[in-house]
């Protein structure tokens, strides 16, 4: 007899190893890659922000500002999916990561700082539609500041 697929079945088995795994057991490679992901991540963050500032410096053209802004409103609302427990630098000594142990003991105020480059950035694909450049400016410097900035100062080392 053939065996038919119950994906009843399927998606109650997977919700009960959701549950019970939660977050914290990943396997160490899956850490490692994770890590590796989020960096990348934040490098194109940069490279993003950096767009902007190129349309502001006369280098870019505003439609590389748009992309850069719509890319930074798209990463930030999943940046705290990038830092699962177990994955800080204290996890991964030997400069591999710069991801600070307070992320996960102070998570509601890291996901307060994460709140805010969502705000700051949403506010930065509006102010990017009119071409203004000193608005733009205004508006690239609160991203920088309040978005990216504050988040580094309390949960990112340097690594370089
Ligand atoms: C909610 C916190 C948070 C926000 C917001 C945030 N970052 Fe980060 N960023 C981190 C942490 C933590 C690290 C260290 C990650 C690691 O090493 O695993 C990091 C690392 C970086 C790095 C270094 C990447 C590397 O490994 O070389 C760059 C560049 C960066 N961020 C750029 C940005 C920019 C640009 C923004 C804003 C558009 C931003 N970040 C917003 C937390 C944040």
Redesign the pocket.
């Known amino acids: 007899m053939r065996h038919k697929l119950n994906w009843g079945t399927v998606t109650a088995f997977a919700a009960i190893a959701l549950v019970s795994g939660g977050v914290g057991v990943l396997a160490q490679p899956d850490k490692e890659s994770i890590?590796t992901q989020?960096?990348?991540a934040?490098?194109a963050?940069?490279?993003?922000?950096?767009a902007i500032k190129g349309y502001v410096d006369g280098k870019n053209d505003l439609a590389q500002a748009q992309e850069g802004a719509g890319k930074?409103a798209q990463?930030?609302p999943k940046?705290?999916d990038?830092?699962p427990s177990g994955?800080s630098?204290t996890d991964f000594p030997g400069k591999?990561?710069?991801?600070?142990p307070a992320?996960w003991s102070e998570h509601d105020k890291?996901?307060a700082?994460?709140k805010?480059?969502v705000s700051e950035?949403q506010k930065l694909v509006e102010v990017v539609k009119s071409g203004d450049k000193a608005q733009i400016a205004e508006q690239f410097a609160n991203?920088?500041k309040n978005?990216?900035?504050?988040?580094?100062n309390t949960?990112?080392?340097?690594?370089?």
Request: aromatic letters at 6%.
């Open positions: 890590i989020r960096r990348e934040m490098k963050l940069g490279k993003s922000l950096g930074i990463t930030a940046i705290a990038l830092f994955t630098m591999k990561t710069g991801a600070k992320i890291f996901l700082a994460q805010q480059l950035s991203v920088g978005g990216c900035g504050n988040c580094h949960f990112r080392e340097k690594l370089d």
